[in-house]
């Protein structure tokens, strides 16, 4: 239900722009190799062109995926990935705090 929700609330907040047939291709590509590889970054024409792309494929990918602009390149990625990287290096953080504490209080 809650990934239903997720999708429906991405098509409303991201009308997906009128593309040529040209543009289709590309971000049908740049959507093909973003599940592949779980992230691209591509490089646009211009930014109004990076913007475009970016509404489209926030439109269109699933919604642990998300795309943004950089300059006049376009850059999507698994957002879950990066979650998971931040628990594990919090995760990392917390047991070496842990660690030293257990040295000084044997030192100590």
Do not use: W
Request: charged content about 35%; glycine content about 4%.
């Amino acid at each position: 239900m809650e990934r239903r929700a997720k999708i429906y609330a991405r098509k409303l907040m991201f009308a997906a722009p009128r593309t040529s047939k040209k543009e289709k291709e590309e971000l049908r590509e740049i959507y093909k190799s973003t599940m592949r590889d779980g992230s691209i970054l591509y490089e646009c024409k211009t930014e109004k062109q990076a913007e475009k792309y970016r509404k489209f494929l926030m439109h269109h990918l699933p919604p642990e995926y998300a795309a943004t602009t950089i300059g006049n390149s376009v850059n999507t990625y698994l957002e879950r990935q990066n979650e998971k990287v931040k628990r594990v290096s919090d995760e990392t953080t917390h047991t070496e705090g842990n660690s030293d504490s257990q040295a000084s209080d044997q030192t100590g």
